[in-house]
T-cell receptor, first 114, second 117 residues
Framework: TQLLEQSPQFLSIQEGENLTVYCNSS?????LQWYRQEPGEGPVLLVT?????EVKKLKRLTFQFGDARKDSSLHITAAQPGDTGLYLC??????????????FGQGTILTVHP | KAGVTQTPRYLIKTRGQQVTLSCSPI?????VSWYQQTPGQGLQFLFE???????NKGNFPGRFSGRQFSNSRSEMNVSTLELGDSALYLC????????????????FGAGSRLTVL
């Protein structure tokens, strides 16, 4: 069974602080995705990384895929209250019949206080 | 274009009953996946349908079943409900079965929140 360990589970910070969320596995994934979910809604895709060592930036968010494609991180610079939510990492495998099957981490609940 | 639509959004059932949840994917998307989300277990994969065929199944008991229609709409059914089935059930659609970049890109609906009493 492929598992994704996500840490920390909870993060409570002040506006303007930086933070990093980690996603680790002993398995190799062909892609790693990060989602953000707000209460009462489904997860919304933030980014997909597919190449080992890949770094993607989305405004104040920086995503990195590990060289061995087993881990990923999400770094938020100068967090804002609007960043509050549940952040989920999810690993996918290409090929075969696994297209719609993602393995999710447990999630990180981020609260940014004004 | 319209997103993934799930109905009903909320429902309450009692133990032993059964429930059917519906999912309408984004127009043109042929793959529909279902996930169960609970505070303790997070998001867990239930099953995936593509062109009316189940091509992937998660580790859930046989009480959980699904199907997909010719218009790609999908339903999932849970029979003989148990308290532990209380969860947010999420449906996600994706465009096709070919993944050139190695990325499985899913678009999720808002979910159906099931409470079993």
């Amino acid at each position: 069974t492929q598992l994704l360990e996500q840490s920390p589970q909870f993060l409570s910070i002040q506006e303007g602080e930086n933070l990093t969320v980690y996603c680790n596995s002993s398995s190799v994934f062909s892609s790693l995705q990060w989602y953000r979910q707000e209460p009462g809604e489904g997860p919304v895709l933030l980014v997909t990384v597919v190449t080992g060592g890949e770094v993607k930036k989305l405004k104040r968010l920086t995503f990195q895929f590990g060289d061995a494609r087993k881990d990923s991180s999400l770094h938020i610079t100068a967090a804002q209250p609007g960043d509050t939510g549940l952040y989920l990492c999810a690993g996918g495998r290409a090929g075969g019949t696994s297209y719609g099957k993602l393995t999710f981490g447990q999630g990180t609940i981020l609260t940014v206080h004004p | 274009k319209a997103g993934v639509t799930q109905t009903p959004r909320y429902l309450i059932k009692t133990r032993g009953q059964q429930v059917t949840l519906s999912c309408s994917p984004i127009s043109g998307h042929r793959s529909v996946s279902w996930y169960q989300q609970t505070p303790g277990q997070g998001l867990q994969f239930l099953f995936e349908y593509f062109s009316e065929t189940q091509r992937n199944k998660g580790n859930f008991p046989g009480r959980f079943s699904g199907r997909q229609f010719s218009n790609s709409r999908s339903e999932m059914n849970v029979s003989t409900l148990e308290l532990g089935d209380s969860a947010l059930y999420l449906c996600a659609s994706s465009q096709s079965g070919t993944v050139r970049s190695g990325a499985n890109v899913l678009t999720f609906g808002a979910g159906s929140r099931l409470t079993v009493l």
